[in-house]
T-cell receptor, first 113, second 116 residues
């Protein structure tokens, strides 16, 4: 019940296209859903996060969409750029897990020029 | 703040040797996490601390692994004896209390461990 399932495992998008990564969770106590971006040789870095009181959050070209009833959330990268090529992780946590984040398996995004 | 600082960046050691990884969290962060990342298993939480106290070490793979946090500014992860299957990138992360305005994990740059 603590798992967060992420798909796809890898994604190739052309420059200017939209990248979409999806995550699903089971634990209804989860109330914090961040996305992390990781470049090779670096640690994951917080990209954007959402709480279930809103259905969407946008920061620049990055948008999280949240569907509480379906227990799903997704990351949309608009106007994808080669510099966005990285591994993306979704995660979730809630009151029962304290500060402990459960991470998805990761999606390797490649944006071709 | 310089962020979460890990050392060494790279470590190559022979099987059976003791390995110590070090982490300095961000000042004021109450939580510290140790993760291991491999291609096969992704990001695995090994152990985490709250206010220097270990809260959950259920992810520590075996008794060969131990972690300490003697004070708020320093933590170590020790592997003794090391084995080739321990080869991975080990990340330390810290965070403030959940619910704070700037809540989120800050990861260090990791230690790439190779056991030969």
């Amino acid at each position: 019940q603590q798992q967060v399932k992420q798909s796809p495992q890898s994604l190739i998008v052309q420059k200017g296209g939209i990248s979409i990564i999806n995550c699903a969770y089971e634990n209804t106590a989860f109330d914090y859903f961040p996305w992390y971006q990781q470049f090779p040789g670096k640690g994951p870095a917080l990209l954007i996060a959402i709480r279930p009181d809103v259905s969407e959050k946008k920061e620049g070209r990055f948008t999280i969409s949240f569907n509480k009833s379906a227990k799903q959330f997704s990351l949309h990268i608009m106007d994808s750029q080669p510099g966005d090529s990285a591994t993306y992780f979704c995660a979730a946590s809630g009151e029962t897990s304290g500060s402990r984040l459960t991470f998805g398996e990761g999606t390797q995004l490649t944006v071709n020029p | 703040d310089a962020g979460v600082i890990q050392s060494p960046r790279h470590e190559v050691t022979e099987m059976g040797q003791e390995v110590t990884l070090r982490c300095k969290p961000i000042s004021g962060h109450d939580y510290l996490f140790w993760y291991r990342q491999t291609m096969m298993r992704g990001l695995e939480l090994l152990i985490y601390f709250n206010n220097n106290v270990p809260i959950d070490d259920s992810g520590m793979p075996e008794d060969r692994f131990s972690a300490k946090m003697p004070n708020a500014s320093f933590s170590t992860l020790k592997i003794q004896p090391s084995e080739p299957r321990d080869s991975a990138v080990y990340f330390c992360a810290s965070s403030p209390e959940p619910g704070t305005a700037n809540y989120g994990y800050t990861f260090g740059s990791g230690t790439r461990l190779t056991v030969v």
